[in-house]
């Protein structure tokens, strides 16, 4: 009920100021200025990464060779038969010297619980924890059952159809070290991305989040967690009461309630996890909505205690501030053409004086001003860290950036009216992975049948 009533109260103070704005000054002019105030800042954050690696080519990051905490790995698992074997194969190839593997069958149909239960018997630092079928839902509660159980000063989880190189912890480990870091994020690809056009924007949006994140690293902001290859420290973890059992975004959760407390959070662009793209648009869409709604929400939830936490710091304020603003714009620009076409249509005093074309005008201006931040961020973080070609990094901005509109902004509108009208549920939209090898068997399948059928005639 309380996140229902402060975005309730939001969204009447957004219409009212739009509403004063349009009768006594140009909203593009507003809205320009707040698209003015987030350029600034990104372009400050570039700065800020640029001095950081100038700074590390003249005084290189001294690695402590003595810091090697023990790490848990947890890898929650619901119906992933198809892809939690290689998954812990993987993991077990890890280069590091004090780790171990926590394999999670959350409440699984499939046969996961069974191919868990092997991976235990086979290797001895594989260990496997079977949930009850009436256990609590959700990958937060997942995560604090195995708490339980582990033994780690750190805690990493991966999803269960992720793959890491060797050297991944001892990449991330050092930015764990200082006192005030609770927490470290690495960076996420999309293993199938040339799979096909979503998957391809899928890691584009991923590389975007990257150059957003090594941004907000760089300005010490509010840098968060993304779920799959996060590195936690078990005294932040037991700081904040563990992970949040009511969210539908434990990482988004939690990285929130860690700036509360006044824990810092890293991200590491050199160690990667790679995971697995959505193939189909419906799954695509359930996922992002679970994230969108979660986003929303863990603000809402947590609102007043990170305007008056006094742990946590004023640039790390300012980055969420900066952050939510980009949730803000779609209501935005939405409730302005609503309100002008309303202005339209209800223009008696002064017949054609409000016309169709100011109203085009003003909505393609603001659309217009939005796209093109998004193209020039997306293809930048393209040329930065995927190093892909002028000409080939434009184009797939420019699609990337479609993608992302028609997905997040009626997506948005949606989310608000669910949270304001119906009840928080904890659907949180598990994402099925495998199926890229799925089909693929099924192709073989069928060449082998079709083989076989052949070789009898």
């Known amino acids: 009920m309380r996140e229902r009533i402060l975005l309730f109260i939001i969204l009447t103070c957004l219409g009212v100021f739009l509403y004063i704005f349009q009768n006594h000054v140009n909203t593009v002019v507003g809205f320009l200025i707040l698209c003015a105030c987030m350029v600034t800042y990104g372009l400050y954050s570039i700065a800020a990464t640029k001095y950081q690696k100038r700074k590390l080519k003249k005084h290189p990051l001294v690695v402590n060779e003595n810091y090697k905490p023990f790490v848990s ?13 290689n998954t812990i194969e993987n993991i077990r190839a890890i280069d590091y010297p004090n780790f171990e593997i926590i394999v999670i069958d959350d409440r699984s149909s499939d046969n996961t619980a069974s191919v868990v239960m092997d991976l235990a018997s086979k290797y001895d630092n594989v260990h496997a924890l079977i949930r009850e079928k009436d256990a609590f839902p959700g990958k937060s509660a ?3 059952d195995a708490m339980e159980v582990a033994k780690g000063e750190a805690i990493l989880v ?20 200082p006192a005030d870091v609770g927490a470290v994020q690495a960076r996420k690809i999309i293993r199938n991305s040339d799979y096909n056009f979503l998957t391809r924007c899928q890691n584009n949006e991923y590389t975007l989040d990257t150059h957003l994140q090594v941004g907000r690293d760089a300005v010490k902001g509010a840098a968060e967690l993304r779920g799959n290859g996060e590195l936690i420290k078990r005294e932040a973890i037991n700081d904040i009461g563990g992970w949040n059992n009511y969210t539908i975004t434990d990482d988004l959760d939690m990285s929130t309630r860690l700036h509360i407390k006044g824990w810092d959070i890293r991200f590491c662009p050199d160690a990667s996890v790679y995971e697995e793209g959505i193939i189909y648009v419906y799954p695509l869409f359930r996922q992002r909505r679970r994230w969108l709604e979660g986003t929303i929400r863990r603000y809402l939830e947590n609102f007043g205690d990170a305007i008056s936490s006094q742990k946590m710091s004023l640039r790390a304020k300012l980055d969420m501030t900066i952050y939510i603003t980009q949730f803000i714009m779609p209501l935005w620009f939405m409730m302005e053409v609503v309100f002008r076409i309303i202005r339209l249509v209800t223009d008696k005093i002064c017949p054609g004086a409000y016309s169709l074309h100011n109203v085009l005008w003003s909505s393609l201006v603001i659309a217009s001003a939005v796209g093109l931040g998004f193209l020039m961020a997306i293809r930048y973080a393209l040329r930065r860290y995927d190093l892909i070609p002028r000409l080939e990094a434009l184009k797939q901005a420019f699609t990337t950036t479609l993608y992302m509109l028609i997905i997040w902004f009626p997506m948005e509108l949606f989310i608000c009216g669910k949270i304001l009208f119906l009840k928080k549920d904890m659907n949180w939209g598990k994402t099925a992975h495998g199926l890229v090898l799925e089909e693929q068997n099924k192709i073989d399948s069928e060449k082998i049948a079709e083989k076989d059928l052949q070789a009898v005639e």
């Open 142 to 144: 997942v995560l604090n």
């Open 73 to 85: 790995i947890m890898v929650p698992a619901h119906n992933e038969e198809y892809v939690i074997a």
């Open 158 to 177: 991966f999803d269960a159809d992720a793959t890491v190189e060797p050297d991944f912890l001892n990449k991330m480990i050092p930015y764990l070290e």
